[in-house]
């Protein structure tokens, strides 16, 4: 089946730093979307794609769908502590009539002070 | 806002027991799944139901059922629950056909341990 790998698995970084991580894929997706995970709460949608090539942003977050449709990759500037938690990527596909989601398994973000 | 709650936060039980994890989302939607949490494995589609009484297979659906009697609410079953059923549960709904049906909306989780 579809498999997504994401990049880096964890990340250290100062206040204020930029962020960058990604997801690669074998397999095309027509919708790519990034969920921030926090302790122990779950997911909470970021940012969707839904066209190649398309850049979208969200605040300090900024997300692009690859050309290729399989690769995306999350951005976060200027990295506050409230940033700290894990970082989710899911491509969209179409399964016996139904759709799903593939979830790639997490970048884990620590923001020092 | 979308708006998804699960029964419980913390759940305890027992080898053997059954347990029903319950599931509500207040945003009519059509689809709704229910996934399980694992350090390392990410999450794992165990079912799905997009319709009331219908229901898929997931990737992982040995030793689960469900139910979705009414469109908000879905319903997680574990038969006879295993100690490597312990886990985080997630459930998640979103649109079927209508507004954006590819972005799933998730409830906070709970988290299940199996003694």
């Known amino acids: 089946g579809q498999q997504l790998n994401q990049s880096p698995q964890s990340m250290f970084i100062q206040e204020g730093e930029d962020v960058s991580m990604n997801c690669t894929s074998s397999s095309i997706f027509n919708t790519w979307l990034w969920y921030k995970q926090d302790p122990g709460e779950g997911p909470v949608l970021l940012i969707a794609?839904?066209?190649?090539?398309e850049l979208t942003s969200n605040g300090r977050l900024t997300a692009q769908f690859g050309i290729t449709r399989k690769d995306s990759f999350l951005n976060i500037s200027a990295s506050i502590p409230s940033d700290v938690g894990i970082y989710f990527c899911?491509?969209?596909?179409?399964?016996?009539?139904?759709?799903?989601?593939?979830f790639g398994k997490g970048t884990k973000l620590t923001v020092n002070p | 806002d979308v708006k998804v709650t699960q029964s419980s936060r913390y759940l305890v039980k027992r080898t053997g027991e059954k347990v029903f994890l319950e599931c509500v989302q207040d945003m009519d939607h059509e689809n709704m799944f229910w996934y399980r949490q694992d350090p390392g494995l990410g999450l794992r589609l165990i079912y799905f139901?997009?319709?009331?009484?219908?229901?898929e297979k997931g990737d992982i659906p040995e030793g689960y059922s469900v139910s979705r009697e009414k469109k908000e609410r879905f319903s997680l079953i574990l038969e006879s629950a295993s100690t490597n059923q312990t886990s985080m549960y997630l459930c998640?709904?979103?649109?079927?056909?209508?507004?954006?049906?590819?972005?799933?909306?998730f409830g906070p989780g709970t988290r299940l341990t199996v003694t």
């Open positions: 899911a491509g969209q596909v179409s399964q016996g009539g139904s759709e799903k989601l593939v």
């Open positions: 139901s997009y319709d009331v009484k219908m229901k």
């Open positions: 998640a709904s979103s649109w079927r056909l209508a507004g954006t049906p590819y972005e799933q909306y």
């Open positions: 794609l839904y066209k190649a090539g």
